[in-house]
T-cell receptor, first 110, second 115 residues
Framework: DAKTTQPTSMDCAEGRAANLPCNHS???????VYWYRQIHSQGPQYIIH???NNETNEMASLIITEDRKSSTLILPHATLRDTAVYYC???????????FGTGTRLQVFP | GAVVSQHPSRVICKSGTSVKIECRSL??????MFWYRQFPKQSLMLMAT?????????EQGVEKDKFLINHASLTLSTLTVTSAHPEDSSFYIC???????????FGPGTRLLVL
């Protein structure tokens, strides 16, 4: 089973920041948090991952709480092309498996 | 960035036939490749993990004799759906990573329709 819980859906206005929350209260100390997104009928696209520090790349920022029980993916200026299902995944310790949950369906509107 | 391709992108076959799907890592050598299946409106389900040169490890409930996986080189893994039936119709997606500690990059998926 997935070790994360996410809201089923969210809306965001184009040009605004999209903040996608994820709870992972049972995460272990050496398990990473990964974010992927899947645009309709395509393979998932890697966005970002982190262990305990906040991370930023050209796509997004990842904010992980100090207790590591939750995190937030931030798309700073959402565009219509960011409409997708966003998956927050805890990679199991010492394995290479990614267990996908149900994700958050983000709808960016004009 | 890391690019993974799949071929074909979509395939239609008759019930009882076998279908082979290829997954290639184009700009890196993937020691580990993964195969997922996704039914409509559902999330991705991991089917199996394959390491180059060794037998694949299948998830519980996935029939290894039905879904044959071959990972003969560091850039190619194949999934063969044997004796396909309509219930095997699905979106099959592969991913690849440099090694089992690295980020997985996904292919674009193969849509299989079995008539």
């Amino acid at each position: 089973d997935a070790k994360t819980t996410q809201p089923t859906s969210m809306d965001c206005a184009e040009g605004r920041a999209a903040n996608l929350p994820c709870n992972h209260s049972t995460i272990s100390g050496n398990e990473y948090v990964y974010w992927y997104r899947q645009i309709h009928s395509q393979g998932p696209q890697y966005i970002i991952h982190g262990l305990k520090n906040n991370e930023t790349n050209e796509m997004a920022s990842l904010i992980i709480t100090e207790d590591r029980k939750s995190s937030t993916l931030i798309l700073p200026h959402a565009t219509l092309r960011d409409t997708a299902v966003y998956y927050c995944i805890v990679r199991l310790y010492n394995t290479d498996k990614l267990i996908f949950g149900t994700g958050t369906r983000l709808q960016v509107f004009p | 960035g890391a690019v993974v391709s799949q071929h074909p992108s979509r395939v239609i076959c008759k019930s009882g036939t076998s279908v082979k799907i290829e997954c290639r890592s184009l700009d890196f050598q993937a020691t580990t490749m993964f195969w997922y299946r996704q039914f409509p409106k559902q999330s991705l389900m991991l089917m199996a993990t394959s390491n180059e040169g060794s037998k694949a490890t299948y998830e519980q409930g996935v029939e290894k004799d039905k879904f044959l996986i071959n990972h003969a080189s560091l850039t190619l893994s194949t999934l063969t759906v044997t004796s396909a039936h309509p219930e095997d119709s699905s979106f099959y997606i592969c991913s690849a990573s440099l090694d089992n500690q690295e980020t997985q990059y996904f292919g674009p998926g193969t849509r299989l329709l079995v008539l």
